[in-house]
């Protein structure tokens, strides 16, 4: 009885598991497999939405390669890819350093903790664009910043923050870290949680400082979480765009002007979408191989947490 | 672990100054969301901390009423923004959720669908500026520009690795000894699925959601390409609270943005404790 029944339900099973995953899968499917064959098809063309002519006809325009050599020549293109790069280079290591801090201030009870830890976590439920325009509002001339400013000096600032090159890059930076330091924090104090008590009880018996049961205790056992934690940012990061494209629209000239606002302009005010495509099926070649290592790393990770 | 005094004042300096940095920001918006024209200040006038005639003009303003300092009739009012930014987030998260929890369920209990933890990923991986010429290119020909219907069909996809890895953790965590009793008593596994294991992950089927709706709420990129003028989202449309006439209204502007903040910053307290799971995608958690 029971070895005919198990079949039929494993069958069954598969049936219903089928049938489930299905919607996503056709989600999947209609946002990668035919997308993407546009977006090659286009890349090798000079198509635009102006042309006259439908994408699909678009072979008419073939350009044989044009856009990836004019990519590689395109000085534009790279000094937004460094500038994307400086950004998370300074934004990502000092939220993490921030973050860090914060949660060891926070690891064990103290009065207040639960209220000081909600009021802290909300930066990064703000709407990204309400904060662009929050932090637009404080870094004008007149605004709060260098009200601050005027007082701590004693002498009136009125720094143009958002027409000066640098201090524009300063600026949105500054939105950046103060929106996603949270992030780091929350990730970052749920593992320094779960760093084993006993452990560090042990090392302040044996005679370790807090610097040294830091450094080699806690650090080693939330390094996965660290990996984690760093990967979230740098991901989100490189996307920069929301607060950064309201506070600056990537100017003064293109002195913020990051990857993702490169590409949005190009698309939609110079309107060339086949080198748009190009530029974008570079990007997307580059992160493919960048995630199949990620992803075996956070596989290995994700089985070292469960 | 008994901490010494010096070291409990240097810690309350410490997140003090922290709440400081992070608190000011937002008061700041508050503030200038109640403010009259007058304190709106920029340059010259002395920067008000704090408004000295609170008013709610600004607010009346986005809503299509004009007052004596504000004269300048708005082409729009905020509603419609409104509206499109409620369904649109609304809609993609019952996408995103209906198809998400399906295929974890099918995932965690009968492991179909082994590509998809990956691919959900790599979805999540990428840029959106990245992938958006050709979803432009198919959502003017499926007539889905300017619609909130297009967005949510978007923001259902773009969130879809949320919903789907939130789940799977909470379906990979439940015990399943109900289940498998109620597949004994003679129950079909889809009646197990829709009658007892739905029913049982209420809660946190709520939280996903939550965080799934944050989201899909706080997108402006793909409402900013997608949306042109009928059913602009409030990001997209505070763009518009600005004129080469009038100049920037920050009032009105702090104050829709004050509108568009609330329910994220809410919710998101609601569900803290799940907020570590889902963006870690389940690799930790709290």
């Known amino acids: ?306 | 672990m008994k901490r010494s005094v010096p070291f409990e004042i240097f810690r309350y300096a410490a997140i003090l100054a922290a709440m400081a940095v992070t608190v000011v920001p937002i008061l700041w918006m508050v503030s200038m969301a109640f403010k009259p024209i007058g304190e709106w200040s920029a340059t010259g006038a002395e920067l008000t901390w704090w408004p000295k005639q609170p008013t709610l003009a600004n607010f009346e303003f986005v809503f299509g009423h004009s007052t004596n300092d504000l004269i300048v009739a708005l082409d729009h009012t905020a509603l419609k923004p409104i509206l499109s930014s409620l369904l649109s987030a609304v809609f993609g998260t019952a996408i995103a959720m209906s198809a998400g929890t399906a295929a974890a369920y099918g995932l965690s209990r009968f492991g179909s669908g082994q590509n998809l933890p990956l691919a959900l990923i790599q979805l999540r991986l990428f840029p959106p500026m990245a992938v958006m010429i050709p979803v432009m290119i198919m959502w003017a020909f499926l007539n889905l520009n300017d619609t909130w219907w297009g967005l949510a069909l978007i923001y259902g996809i773009v969130t879809l690795p949320f919903a789907f890895w939130l789940m799977k953790t909470f379906f990979d965590d439940m015990p399943r000894e109900i289940e498998e009793a109620a597949l004994v008593e003679g129950c079909s596994r889809l009646r197990v699925f829709t009658r007892i294991t739905l029913p049982m992950m209420r809660a946190p089927l709520a939280s996903a959601a939550l965080f799934v709706f944050i989201l899909n709420w706080s997108d402006y990129l793909i409402a900013l390409l997608l949306t042109t003028r009928e059913w602009v989202t409030i990001p997209v449309y505070m763009a518009s609270l600005s004129s080469s006439m009038t100049g920037q209204l920050y009032g009105a502007k702090a104050a829709l943005g004050l509108i568009a903040a609330m329910p994220p910053v809410i919710m998101g307290i609601a569900i803290q404790r799940h907020l570590v799971r889902g963006l870690t995608f389940g690799a930790l958690k709290q």
């Open chain 1, 1 to 306: 009885m029971d070895a005919r029944t198990k079949p039929a339900t494993r069958d069954e099973g598969a049936r219903l598991g089928f049938r489930l995953t299905l919607p996503a899968q056709i989600l999947v499917l209609f946002i990668s497999a035919f997308p993407l064959l546009m977006q090659l098809y286009i890349s090798v063309t000079d198509w635009s939405p102006l042309s006259g002519v439908g994408w699909w006809n678009a072979w008419e325009m073939w350009n044989s390669f044009a856009n990836y050599t004019d990519l590689a020549a395109d000085t534009r293109f790279w000094s937004a890819l460094q500038r994307t790069a400086i950004v998370m280079l300074v934004c990502v290591p000092a939220e993490f350093l921030l973050g860090l801090a914060l949660a060891t201030l926070f690891a064990d009870d103290f009065p207040g903790k639960r209220i000081f830890y909600s009021i802290l976590l909300m930066p990064m439920m703000v709407v990204p664009a309400v904060a662009g325009y929050m932090f637009f509002m404080l870094f004008q001339s007149g605004g709060p910043v260098n009200d601050i400013l005027s007082s701590l000096t004693g002498s009136p600032v009125t720094i143009a923050w958002l027409s000066d090159p640098t201090l524009a890059l300063i600026a949105v930076m500054v939105a950046d870290i103060w929106q996603w330091t949270p992030l780091m924090f929350l990730i970052l104090l749920a593992g320094l949680v779960g760093v084993p008590e006993d452990q560090i009880k042990a090392a302040t018996l044996l005679g370790a400082n807090p610097w040294q049961r830091f450094v080699t205790i806690v650090l080693p056992k939330m390094k996965t979480i660290i990996i984690i934690a760093l990967a979230i940012r740098v991901i989100e990061n490189f996307k920069i765009f929301d607060t950064l494209y309201i506070m600056t629209g990537g100017g003064p000239g293109v002195a913020t002007e990051t990857i993702s606002v490169y590409i949005y302009k190009v698309t939609t005010q110079d309107l060339i979408w086949g080198y748009v495509a190009a530029i974008a099926l570079a990007i997307l070649i580059v992160l493919s191989i960048v995630a199949v290592f990620a992803m075996k790393r956070m596989a290995r990770a994700r089985e070292v947490a469960a």
